[in-house]
């Protein structure tokens, strides 16, 4: 009887420390996967920045762009206009 015992309190035992290994390694996969999801999450939103300030760049290029634009074509019909005065038509006409 203390044989049957003795191994019952045994395999308990085992049992026991079976089924806490189990839990850690349960656990430390769920800290794993934990660790992985924030990775993705920060990669997300550095990615979602990045794009961010790139669409940004672009949209105020294209605004600088925009508004430059009538100027540069003033100061094209001002300068041919002074080319007009200076040269002779066939030498304007050519450049």
Do not use: Y
Request: charged share 35%.
């Amino acid at each position: 009887m203390k044989m049957q015992s003795v191994a019952l309190k045994q395999q308990e035992l085992a049992d026991s420390l079976s089924a806490a290994e189990q839990r850690h390694q349960d656990q430390l996969l769920h800290e794993r996967e934990l660790t992985s999801e924030q990775g993705r999450k920060r990669a997300f939103m550095v990615t979602g920045m990045a794009v961010l300030l790139v669409a940004l760049g672009l949209w105020s290029r294209l605004r600088f762009t925009r508004r430059a634009k009538p100027a540069i074509e003033k100061e094209k019909d001002r300068s041919e206009g002074l080319l007009r005065n200076i040269l002779p038509e066939d030498v304007v006409e050519e450049l």
